[in-house]
């Protein structure tokens, strides 16, 4: 079995070295980019696990005195739902982390527990190492940038003022203005280099201890995934019998009408030729609305817009052809699978056409992110809400298609709006 490969062309009067080079760079950039996402984002979890690490402390040193089984009360709780955080965070920057079933809240069970104990593993190592990897993740970039374009300021800043962001060393003259140049440079090859690196250890003991260990029992997990096929398998055959009635109701028909006329055509041909012409006239038009129908079933099964303008080309159209003034906002760096692609178009198309006919909006916008091996799509407008998922508004058949995917899909709709549909798709096959 052989794997396809991807060759990469190079752009005219580019040499094939230079072209390799530029590509390895922009994969750099990117890679340390998306590291310092995640590095930042890891303190959302390590501040809250610091706090909580700390709490605990406390119950274990007072128990003696009473007051620590108080407040160790609520520590499973808070343990249990700062693990999930943590897992959804993972979910977005790489693979799922699979949560084992619900750990028992109530304080002696939970110690019994063996998931509450290696949450508490994670606890102690994200509130320590995973802090302080992301307190680096936010300082260093800030660093590199001050010290990079130092010399651009140093005419303005005080005399007595520290110039590096070590906190130490004042530059008199341009040559030291340089050097804190040079630091920041320092800086900038420390976070290409390591970053990515970094945001790995930082992220390994939740990959680890929070998901689901050996033994665990996942019939959750297997239910849920159970039902997520037959969704598929439900909106798959959903999908066969609208296509099957769109070409039976439509083309088929047509093509009959053309072969009719036809026929009726052959046999006046003979007798009255301006008649002929005109049924030939007729069949003609017949076969052209045939062919925009077969054409347009076509498209609704894969639009062609995808393979040949990619995701932001597609959902461009879409806008552009929405009857409420609609604002597009897509940053995809990397092609997702074409399923996955399919599903956000027709995410958006579904979700555009509920706004034109039930919204009463005045705009809307649609947001595409992708990264981390995840597509994200957000479709707001600033309609009357009051969304019904059992109305027919088309809900159902976009959460099956989601489901499909093993996504997710949010609703937010309050009476009086605004109205925001949120979807969440992995970007593998």
Known sequence: MTTPTTKATAEPGTSPGTAGFKDTAARTVRNACGAVAQLVGGLGTAGPAFVLLLWTALSVVTAPLGVGLLLALPVPRALHAL????RRR??????????????????????????????????????????????????????????????????????????????????????????????????????????????????SPGRRLLTAGPGTDLSLRIAELTAT????????????????????????????????????????????PDGAGDLLERAQQAAEQ??????????????????????????????????????VDVEVPERCAASVEATAYFVVAEALTNIAKHSGASRAVVTARGGGGRLRLRIEDDGRGGVDEDGGSGLVGIRRRVAAHDGTLTVAGPPGGPTVLEVDLPCGS
């Open 90 to 203: 993972l979910a977005r920057h790489g693979t799922e982390v699979v949560a084992p079933q619900p750990p028992p809240v109530r304080l002696r069970p939970a110690l019994a527990d063996p998931t509450t104990r290696r949450e508490l593993r994670w606890l102690l190592r994200h509130a320590t190492l995973g802090l302080l990897l992301g307190m680096l993740g936010w300082y260093l970039p800030l660093s590199a940038f001050r010290d990079s374009v130092f010399p651009l300021v140093w005419p303005v800043v005080p005399a007595d003022a520290t110039s590096t962001s070590l906190g130490f060393g004042v530059a008199h003259t341009w040559p030291e203005a340089a050097a804190v140049a040079l630091l920041g440079l320092g800086w900038i090859a420390v976070v290409l280099g390591l970053f990515p690196a970094m945001a790995r250890l930082q992220s």
């Open 83 to 86: 693990a999930a955080r943590e």
């Open 290 to 327: 045939a062919l925009a129908e077969l054409r347009a079933v076509s498209r609704s099964i894969l639009p062609p817009v995808l393979a040949d303008h990619g995701l932001a080309g597609a959902l461009s159209g879409l806008a552009a052809g929405c009857a409420v003034p609609c604002r």
């Open 229 to 272: 096929r037959a969704a598929a398998l439900d909106a798959h055959a959903t999908e066969l019998r609208r296509i099957e009635r769109s070409l039976h109701d439509g083309a088929q028909n047509r093509i009959v009408t053309v072969a009719v006329l036809i026929g009726a055509a052959r046999r006046r041909v003979a007798r009255d």
